[in-house]
């Protein structure tokens, strides 16, 4: 399991590699990750342009360094 901060409301990274591959449940999730951190930039972005863009890279992103990727990680 990835160690630190779990994506996806804290779920195993398993059960979130799983939901960034299906492309709906990943833009929602995402959405709703973002905007509860507080980062509601990254929100609205993620809503717009996120359904295709975005996805492709958080997918990439938790197979490989096991998080999504977090726009504006201030």
Known sequence: MAKGKK???GLSYI???ILAIIPITAWICGVITRISEGKIVAGI???FTGFWIVW???LVMMI???SIWRLLNV
């Open 7 to 9: 994506d996806y409301f």
């Open 15 to 17: 059960v979130s590699v």
């Open 45 to 47: 972005i993620r809503f």
């Open 56 to 58: 492709v890279i958080d």
């Open 64 to 66: 490989t360094k096991k």
